[in-house]
């Protein structure tokens, strides 16, 4: 019996498009503030993690590697993995990471500092991204979307080779997306 798929199934492009976009033009990495956005409004609003669950496109790129092209080798991830003090943890990093991205924008947008075209590959790799940068925007508007391109690029090679290890989604268990949305939908919940 045949699968019935859905538009949602096919997610896993609009996030492959994502990337595949600010890699050549980061003004498109601004487009990632809608997978910061939507989970938290879908939650807020709705008091489910049905984003996490059915939309997330670059959870389904993580099922496609794992799954579709078995390049996962099944294996249960480390429990430590999902505990609440690492799951916790881990959102409390990601926030500092994620305002010193916006401290930067700031410091560039007040003339402080200068433009820095480069993206942070898994939080301590500067990567020159020069050519990304084809038209002239305002210096912070492209610090920002250098930084945010960054996040989301380490997010998504974190998750691959966490899925080609474990299981696919196994990034799903710490995201720290998926660890606000569950507050949320407890807070929520609990009303």
Sequence with gaps: MKKITHWYDYMWIVSTVYFFMGFFNIVF????????IIPLLVAIIGGSKIWCNRYCGRGQIFLMIGNKLGLSKGKAAPRWL??????????VFFMAFFLNMVYVTVLVAKDIRSLSET?????????????AYPIEIEPWKAQFAFGLYGIMLTSLIVGIVLTIIYRPRTWCVFCPMGNMTQMICKLKNKE
Aim: aromatic share 30%.
């Design 82 to 91: 999902s505990s609440k003090w690492f799951r916790n943890g881990f959102l």
């Design 119 to 131: 993206v942070n590959l898994l939080w301590t790799i500067n990567v020159p991204w020069h050519w």
């Design 29 to 36: 990495a601004w487009f990632g503030m809608i997978c910061f």
